[in-house]
């Protein structure tokens, strides 16, 4: 049998090493690994091949269409949402018309092998926009269709393209006189903050909670940018892979829809702190709100609905916030630093 081959974009960042570490385990998946840098050491090996390069170049987006045979594409190369604000055409450039650049080259490349291709999109709560603080704390859990107006250019970014997504799988040139549709088979899915012992994000406005961990674990002192009651929900990378393959590996008939929430535990900043001055007792964590970003955190929800998820493709995450910190965040860190 033809081995599929996989193509990921933003290969380097930190969903894209732990998504790399996972697919080779049993070793018999076919990676192509694009990415503006070099793929890092621990990753290099396990890869067919790295091209370090843009997902804008067009001519290397027909190269690879026309060397390979591509059934599978994560698309994760994107700006994260503190990072866009500093740069929004920019982040237009790289999360929208990066994300079309994609989406074309994968319908040309079912269009060629003639199987659809399964095309796997990270999307984000920031997504959602919340009107005020007292309706966050009042809403709780958030549904997929719900409170979808975005403040950063992210969320407006990360929105337009799950639509996008959904036009290609489903409706591409949906007057031509051939049906065109169905070369691709989008799936996406909402990642709350995610939290990593190997890596550390950046440009991201979740990033208190990582950022809080890694700096306590090497002794060094940290500010969180938002005030202690901030709360937004948060899953372990680990988790998050998990989620992304079962999402890849469902039958496609069971989906009833091509964007999905997901979400595991939702601590406040405040707990955050708490448990890992418990694990780091030396740790100096301090409070300096960035009015700017704290804003941002605020117009996210305080927790999501997942039940579509878990029902259509059986999400069930292992850590909740005891297990993510005692079992996976604190050992894992320990080691990295010692
Ligand atoms: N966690 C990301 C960020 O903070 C959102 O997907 O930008």
Redesign the pocket.
Known sequence: MRTPVTLITGANGEIGHGLIHRLTEFGNTSIISLDLNPLSPALASKVTRHIMGSILDEQLLDRILVEYEIDHVYHLAAL???RSEFAPMMAHRVNVEGTIAMLEFAQRQGESHGRPVLFLYPS???VYGMPSLEAKNRVGKVKEEEFLHPTTM?GCNKLYCEQIGNYYSRHYKQLAAEPQSGKIDFRCIR?P??ISAFTVPSG????FAPEMLHAAAQNQPYACFVRPDSRIPFMTMPDSIDALLKLAQAPREQLTRTVYNIGAFNPSAAEIREIILRAFPQAEITTQVDAKRQGIIDSWPMDVDDSAARNDWGFAPHYDLQLAFEEYLIPNIRKRYL
């Open positions: 994260l949402s503190t984000s709560i920031a992210y990642f903050g995610l991201g406005t979740s990033d």
